[in-house]
């Protein structure tokens, strides 16, 4: 039985995905938090973020990472530092013989991803990135697939298509030259969504089929927003998956607007049997509740986070939710309680770096393949 | 009209309408019972229909799967930038669609179990771009690799 809690470091605050898991792991029982940091080194906006988030959960803010991490009182460190930077920090942590847990994905760099494993691995360390396996309806599905009752699992089709954003504003009419590297930054209005929301399909189809994917064929495409289009990032795209066992997988990942969806979007695994078939669909089971409240419509556009990426820019223009569907959540616990489940109880976390790492890399030759137009084999070459 | 008609002739008077703005995306999961032929005419027939919706014919294809598994997916690429990502699963005990008709102002979304409605039907003649759809699945297929669609129009 544990006695001590938890002591959790933040890295990165307000507007960042911080504003979601610190919360959660405030929240656990088994947890106190420490302190906000970041790298001595960020600039004057991300200072004042990190304090403002700081301030807010009113916990101090430790404005230099290296010395943070020499506190005895820090077991686990919450990454949600910019995607360009989170690799590096978390080697820097899993060093300092942290626990880490990553905002998704754990970074753009295939020899980073590469170096975050190989800290983890030698200093012994537990990891989790955030994603949607430790999410009730996907673990039905893993259960599902386990039991055999769908026979030999030939094919995964998992969707994630986030319905945010003021869309419309794409010019539309050509093909996208998809550049690789791929551009992966957080801009004020934009990200590659491919990337941050393709991570989530991805991660599910992967886990739920449990082999080495073989070959990837990937598109990337702007077709909603102008901003996405003016910093050469996509705003949807799609991988084909061939794995070692013979099966395939679809994925699609990307933002589709505020107005393409009844609720927060499609978001839905189907499950390809050679006994049975299975949809599983994240807003189902579920009531369907219509009333005398004004329709939903789409909220005004916050200069600071035009895409409704963070909770705290939503709030400040009051965005209301989609209240049509109800989904039984119940049962819903935390991605960072099933992490925090993985400290106590010592075993890993089933998205841990190694796997997070892997995901990275699928990513890539998707974007690889996106922009060269042909598919690509996996292992990519270091 | 069969259910098949019905459903294409309400997506396209959707997209007509202009309801959803432009149409960029089609993901459809279909899942049949009808065995899967080996010259795919089935899911070239399926796929002009989609194609159809587009108003363009795919000028880019690629497909991951085997017809002797009955699982293939395609991946459809319109000159105009447009996709279509298609699941077929066959031989199923129970049939289903999923269809997700995704335009840049809105979208449209399909989903119905099968069990007291038809099955589309492979068409005694299948038109030309069915045809060639067909013929080029079947040879990603077995290349492993996308395939220029050879010109074509949608009629």
């Known amino acids: 039985m544990m006695t001590k809690s938890l002591g959790v470091l933040l890295v990165s605050g307000a507007l960042t995905h911080q504003e979601n898991y610190s919360l959660k792991f405030r929240d656990d029982p088994r947890c106190r938090l420490i302190g906000v940091t970041d790298e001595a080194n960020v600039d004057a906006e991300r200072t004042q973020l990190n304090q403002a988030w700081a301030e807010k959960l009113d916990i101090p803010y430790l404005p230099n990472l290296g010395d943070a991490l020499h506190r005895a009182d820090v077991d686990i460190v919450s990454i949600c530092a910019e995607p360009e930077r989170r690799g590096r920090i978390a080697v820097e942590c899993a060093n300092a013989e942290k626990h880490i847990y990553l905002d998704k994905p754990v970074t753009p760099f295939l020899t980073v991803a590469d170096s975050v494993v190989e800290a983890v691995q030698q200093n012994g360390v537990r990891s989790q990135m955030f994603s949607f396996i430790y999410q009730p309806w996907v673990q039905r599905a893993k259960q599902i697939v386990a039991s055999g009752e769908l026979g030999d699992l030939l094919a995964v089709h998992a969707d994630c298509l986030f319905a945010k954003g003021p869309n419309g504003t794409a010019q539309l009419g050509t093909i996208r030259q998809s550049p690789y590297p791929p551009k992966i930054s957080n801009f004020v209005d934009a990200k590659a969504e491919l990337y941050a929301m393709g991570i989530y399909s991805l991660g599910v189809a992967c886990w739920l089929i449990g082999h080495s994917v073989q070959t990837v064929y990937g598109q990337t495409a702007n077709y909603f927003f102008e901003a996405h289009q003016h910093h050469n990032v996509e705003d949807f795209g799609y991988l084909m998956l061939t794995f070692s066992n013979g099966a395939t997988a679809t994925i699609t990942g990307g933002r589709i607007g505020w107005t393409g969806h009844a609720s927060g979007g499609n978001n839905q695994v189907y499950l390809i049997g050679t006994k049975k078939s299975l949809l599983i669909d994240a807003y189902r089971p579920r009531l369907e509740v219509y009333d005398r409240a004004p329709a939903w419509a789409s909220p005004e556009v916050n200069p600071r986070d035009p895409m409704g990426f963070w909770s705290s820019t939503q709030a400040e223009v009051n965005i209301q939710p989609k209240r049509i569907y109800t989904p039984f959540m119940a049962d819903f616990r935390g991605d960072e309680q099933h992490f925090v489940d993985c400290i106590v109880e010592d075993r890993e976390s089933e998205m841990n770096a190694q796997q997070a790492a892997t995901l990275t890399e699928i990513l890539l030759a998707g974007y690889q393949s996106a922009s060269q137009g042909h598919v690509v084999s996996l292992p990519l070459s270091r | ?155």
Request: aromatic share 6%.
């Open chain 2, 1 to 155: 009209m069969s259910y098949w008609e019905s459903l294409s002739q309400e997506i396209k008077k959707t997209i007509q309408q202009e309801r959803i703005g432009t149409l960029v995306f089609v993901r459809g999961t279909l899942i049949l019972s009808a065995k899967a032929e080996k010259d795919c005419g089935l899911v070239g027939a399926l796929l002009a229909e989609v194609s159809h919706w587009f108003s363009i014919a795919p000028h880019q294809l690629y497909a991951t799967g085997q017809t002797d598994t009955d699982v293939v997916s395609v991946s459809l690429e319109f000159p105009t930038g447009a996709t279509a990502l298609i699941s077929m699963a066959f031989g199923q005990a129970q049939s289903h669609i999923d269809l997700s008709v995704i335009g840049n102002l809105g979208a449209a979304y399909h989903r119905e179990n099968l069990n007291w409605l038809d099955e589309p039907q492979v068409p005694d003649t299948l038109p030309a771009l069915a045809q060639s759809l067909a013929k080029a699945v079947s040879e990603s297929l077995t290349t492993g690799n996308s395939k220029i669609i050879e010109s074509e129009t949608v009629s």
